[in-house]
Structure formats: structure tokens, C-alpha cells
């Protein structure tokens, strides 16, 4: 069966670009499991209002509904046989501090970088949601935010100095093939390749060479995402 | 068979101090192997030469001999039978995440707090070295590296985001027991816990919590450590 989900899109509906849905894409792929994706804007949030709760990704599969991309990645693990996420229950549970490491460092980076070029491409309809919610995060406007990133780009590259030492040591963060490990940071790092043209990374960068692989990995899934 | 552990002690030998010393005895003590341990000092490389190398941890296991707490961690999970530190081959590579985060990020963090302390601890024979190598590394004297601690240990403890979002959701980093992931935190902890009185952790914090319980584990081994 087909597991249907719903994935943010910006105004151009195949562009899309959550960190947290592309991570539940790689999963998926991983798995081998056929899906459809549904294009989602923020303000969508009655279309999803059937999961109980307003944000996405939310996949459907059959009768059962589950949102979170952690958790989603947890109920793919356990409700389907084929190329593991996480490999044991050690293995998830250490997959869960890379997840929370993404999340709590490397997600608020990316945004400092990115943020404004975001509302150029997010649908018209999501644009005073969008503008309204980030600029209270970040206490100034989304302009602010982004003026100093060639300098700002710096910082955030060396708080890649783990994902570094572990490239000098295995392929992939998943060790000899690629895991939910893999899924999270490429999926994270899907966000600002598919909405800005800003270099996050230099291409000597370990982590790029990394990334490029990482894009070739599921038939070229990720390689094949739109760009603006 | 008993497994010799060559062991950074400070003047008081029943002080034992290295990060990376403790991962190897709780990963030891987590495969319930007997150790012997020697105590070993910084300018004491002739004793530990028959490793082909000078640091420690440096471990004998009959004819075997093993350095660095990463390849012991592996070396005893492949040699031995018991409590698994890894699950699997997807949570030994995740666990090198972990590691390699605890080695780029906290390391440093905690030797801004106490490095000069460790001066007061060590053997008068290693002063002169201990002080001259990380000045060195520091571009500064050791009193002044650690002279605005106070202030320092705010983002200190702003670093541990990702360990306190991994311990809403499960007891140990390595789910519901201990895994290296934990070793490799807890051991790194031992080291301002038994040379300084400086205060890293607060009572409240999840991490400090988690901490205490680690401390009681395999037989109190941490709770027991000589502290200064």
C-alpha cells in the first residue's frame, strides 16, 4: 500500500523543503516504501486537523495516522521489515541524541541563514503567518536576522566539527550504510538547499562530499528536488 | 583474567582523573571484566612505550594491548560477551556521534572551567609539562583561561541542550539501560567531578540527575571515586 504524506511546499508545490519532512521522505525510501506526497502550506492546518494536531509531516498509512518525524521514523522501524533505521534499540536510542543534537544546535543555525529568503518563497497565503511567528522567535525582523550571514556562515560551519570527525572515520553517520542518522542531518540540510541559493558549506567541506553522496543515495531523491 | 588499565592519577594516587580514562572504566565495568588499574602520570611515557604510543588509556588484556578509549570500547565489545555497549553495528556508529561531539564540544568547555585546578591536583613532577602544553594550547595562562568561569559555566551548561531533550524521553543514552553513549558522557563528567569543587551542573538540571544515577551504577563505581 501507498502511505500518503503530507509535505510542506512553498508557493511552487514541488518545492519543498521541511527538515523535518524530507527526514520522514529519506526514511521512507530507505524502507522501500511507496508514498505520495500531499502539498501542505502552513496555514493548511484544517487539512491535517484529522491527526489531532496542526503541523507536518503527517503520514497516513491506511487506517493509521502518525505525525512527528521522530515518531514517524520509530512507527516505519517497527511496522515495516527491510533496511533497518536504526539497526537496535541502543542503535535508535542513540539516534534520538543526534535528532535532539539537529534540532537544538543545527536547525536554529541554518535558520539565522536563511530565514528571510524563506518568505520569498513560501506561499502569499503563509507569508503573515510566516513573518509574524519568526520575527517574535527571533525578537527583530527576518531582515535583521539574515543581514550579517556572511559573517554569521562561519560560526555555523564549525559546529560541524562532529559530524567532521566521524566522516574521517566511517561513509556515512549510519556507519557502513547510511541510517536514520543519515536521514536527519541530510534531511535538515534539504531545507536551505531547496529554498536558498546562500552556500551553507564549502564544497572541501567533508560534510558537502557527504551531502552530495547522500543526494545520489535512493535513486537520486534528493538530487532531483527542486531548487529555486 | 584480570585486564591491566594504565590510569592518569594525580599526586594523591587514588585520584583518577582522565575523560577518557573513565569511559574505559565503565565500559569495563559494564562488561563486568576484572581490572587491575595502575596509576599512571602525564611525563610517565616510558612505562606505557611497550603501547607504541604515550597517552593513555592504554589497556593489556594478556598479550593484547590496546590505546585509545574509542578502539578499547570496540576492542571489548568484539572480544567480549555480557551487556552489550553498542547494540549493534548502527549504534556503534551513532555512538561515535556522541563520542565525537563529547570530544569537539564538552572537552573544551569543561577545560576553560578547571584547568587551572588540575594544576593544584596533579604530581609535581607533571607541573611544569601540564602547564607549559596547554598554555600553549590556550594562548593564555592557565589562571587567566579559567579567571571568568562564573560567567562561562551559563553557556557551559547551554551546551548540554541535546543530552536534556534525550533524558525527557528516556532514562539513559542508551534507552532504558546504559550504553557507552553514556560512559562516554558519564566518564567525561568524572573528570571536573573528582579534581575540582567547582560547581559544573545545577542540582536541578536533568543532566545532573542522570549524572547521579550513573554514579551509582556497577557498584557505585563513580560514587566511590576519591574526589579532592
Same mark, same amino acid.
Given at each position: 500500500?501507498?502511505?500518503?504524506?503530507?509535505?510542506?511546499?512553498?508557493?511552487d508545490?514541488?518545492v519543498r523543503?521541511s527538515?523535518?519532512?524530507?527526514?520522514?521522505r $529519506?526514511?521512507?525510501?530507505? *524502507?522501500?516504501?511507496? %508514498?505520495?506526497?500531499?502539498?501542505?502550506?502552513?496555514? #493548511?492546518?484544517?487539512? =491535517? &486537523? $484529522?491527526?489531532?494536531?496542526? *503541523?507536518?509531516?503527517? %503520514?497516513?498509512?491506511e487506517?493509521?495516522?502518525?505525525f #512527528?518525524?521522530w515518531? =514517524? &521514523?520509530?512507527?516505519?522501524?517497527?511496522?515495516?521489515?527491510?533496511?533497518?533505521?536504526?539497526g537496535s534499540?541502543?542503535?535508535?536510542?542513540?539516534?534520538?541524541f543526534?535528532?535532539?543534537?539537529?534540532?537544538?544546535?543545527?536547525?536554529?543555525g541554518?535558520?539565522?541563514?536563511?530565514?528571510?529568503d524563506?518568505?520569498?518563497?513560501?506561499?502569499?497565503?503563509?507569508?503573515?503567518?510566516?513573518?509574524?511567528?519568526?520575527e517574535?522567535?527571533?525578537?527583530?525582523?527576518?531582515?535583521?536576522?539574515?543581514a550579517?550571514?556572511?559573517?554569521?556562515?562561519?560560526?555555523?560551519r564549525?559546529?560541524?566539527?562532529?559530524?567532521?570527525?566521524?566522516?574521517?572515520?566511517?561513509?556515512?553517520?549510519?556507519?557502513a550504510?547510511?541510517?536514520?542518522?543519515?536521514?536527519?542531518?541530510a534531511?535538515?540540510?534539504?531545507?536551505?538547499r531547496?529554498?536558498?541559493?546562500?552556500e551553507?558549506?564549502?564544497?572541501?567541506d567533508?560534510?558537502?562530499?557527504?551531502?552530495?553522496?547522500?543526494?545520489?543515495?535512493?535513486?537520486?531523491?534528493?538530487?532531483?528536488a527542486?531548487?529555486?
Amino acid at each position: 500500500m501507498t502511505v500518503v504524506l503530507f509535505d510542506l511546499a512553498g508557493a511552487d508545490p514541488d518545492v519543498r523543503f521541511s527538515p523535518y519532512c524530507w527526514r520522514t521522505r $529519506f526514511a521512507l525510501a530507505h *524502507k522501500g516504501i511507496p %508514498v505520495e506526497t500531499v502539498p501542505w502550506r502552513f496555514t #493548511d492546518t484544517p487539512v =491535517i &486537523a $484529522f491527526s489531532g494536531q496542526g *503541523k507536518v509531516p503527517v %503520514v497516513r498509512d491506511e487506517a493509521k495516522v502518525v505525525f #512527528d518525524s521522530w515518531t =514517524i &521514523a520509530e512507527y516505519l522501524e517497527d511496522a515495516y521489515p527491510g533496511p533497518t533505521l536504526f539497526g537496535s534499540p541502543t542503535g535508535r536510542a542513540h539516534a534520538r541524541f543526534i535528532n535532539a543534537w539537529v534540532d537544538s544546535v543545527l536547525l536554529g543555525g541554518i535558520a539565522r541563514l536563511i530565514v528571510r529568503d524563506l518568505l520569498d518563497i513560501i506561499d502569499p497565503k503563509d507569508q503573515g503567518y510566516f513573518r509574524s511567528s519568526r520575527e517574535e522567535r527571533f525578537g527583530m525582523s527576518l531582515e535583521a536576522v539574515q543581514a550579517d550571514r556572511d559573517d554569521r556562515v562561519v560560526s555555523f560551519r564549525a559546529l560541524l566539527m562532529p559530524i567532521r570527525l566521524v566522516l574521517r572515520r566511517q561513509d556515512w553517520l549510519g556507519g557502513a550504510a547510511p541510517s536514520y542518522a543519515d536521514h536527519i542531518v541530510a534531511g535538515t540540510l534539504m531545507w536551505p538547499r531547496c529554498t536558498s541559493r546562500f552556500e551553507l558549506l564549502e564544497d572541501a567541506d567533508p560534510v558537502a562530499k557527504w551531502q552530495q553522496r547522500m543526494m545520489e543515495q535512493y535513486g537520486g531523491l534528493g538530487a532531483q528536488a527542486k531548487r529555486v
